[in-house]
């Protein structure tokens, strides 16, 4: 298990925020290449995420497929739009969340992912009235760093803490290899930079060896000859870790393995 550095991960974003974040502006309204639509579900599900644990636990690809068209007799509201540049990149994905049909005129809401590049992703909630874009409201970054030979090894998911503008929440993955293949995952939840003292206080005295700010998870890889076993950890406090199995069959390790996830 690595060691969780919280003084270095805020650093880190706060670098990221100065070199990267700050300075891009968000715009819907690009020359456009293809148009491709991804089920709402998948959306709701953040499954354009590069985060691959969910896939570990619910063993199976959770990747979205995309579609050049809605299918016939589909709600158009149920799809998500990923749109493409003239170049053929991914620009970035957009989800109608609604109108706010309480403001006169009504105000609607759609969640935006921007590719801002290979590694970094910014969402979004995009405020519109009509054709008008009142803003963009910052939501989630996600960082993606990869090896030398172009295998994934970490995402780290930053968003503001709501218990001090300045923090922030961070949800990240750690990716280890052995023989080409993924080996282990480190997974640390919900660390927030700038925690209120006194829910410290509180959790410290009713439950001194919990183990949270932030959660802990481990996942272990072992090949089979029918597919991959997950052991999955779950740290719950430091007398008590709970320890469960997850099986993905032959032909969903492979899939995972074509979309990126190297399992075999």
């Known amino acids: 298990m690595r060691d969780f550095d919280g003084d270095a991960i805020f ?3 706060q670098k990221l925020k100065k070199d990267l974040i700050d300075d891009y ?3 819907i309204n690009i020359a456009r290449g293809d148009t491709h639509y991804a089920p709402a579900s998948d959306v709701l599900d953040d499954r354009l995420s590069r985060v691959i644990s969910p896939n570990l636990e619910k063993g199976k ?7 050049k068209k809605i299918p016939s007799n589909a709600n158009k509201d149920l799809y998500q739009e990923l ?11 957009a989800f109608y969340l609604g109108d706010h049909s309480f403001i006169i005129p009504s105000v609607s809401s ?5 590719y801002v590049n290979r590694s970094l992703r910014l969402d ?3 405020r519109q009235r009509k054709e008008e874009i009142l803003g963009y409201e910052p939501v989630i970054a996600e960082w993606c760093e990869y090896d030398e030979q172009d295998r994934l090894i970490s995402v780290e998911r930053f968003k503001r803490s ?3 503008p300045n923090g922030i929440v961070v949800n990240a993955e750690y990716y280890d290899y052995a023989g080409g293949v993924l080996s282990h ?3 640390f939840e919900e660390y927030d930079s700038h925690p209120k003292q006194s829910m410290i206080n509180m959790v410290t005295s009713l439950y001194p060896d919990l183990i949270f700010n932030p959660k802990v998870v481990e996942y272990d890889l072992t090949r089979e000859a029918d597919g991959v076993l997950v052991t999955i950890r779950k740290y719950q406090s430091k007398s008590q870790v709970y320890t469960f199995t997850k099986s993905i069959s032959g032909k969903e390790a492979l899939r995972m393995t074509e979309s990126g996830i190297l399992l075999v």
Do not use: M, Q
Not at 61 to 67: G, H, I, M, Q, V
Not at 110 to 114: A, E, H, L
């Open 83 to 93: 749109v493409y540049d003239t170049e053929g990149k991914l620009h970035h994905g």
């Open 124 to 126: 979004y909630v995009l």
């Open 162 to 164: 709501e218990n001090d």
């Open 185 to 187: 995952i480190d997974r």
């Open 110 to 114: 759609t969640y935006v992912s921007f």
């Open 25 to 27: 502006v968000p715009d």
């Open 11 to 13: 650093a880190k974003y």
């Open 61 to 67: 690809l959770l990747r979205t497929r995309e579609y």
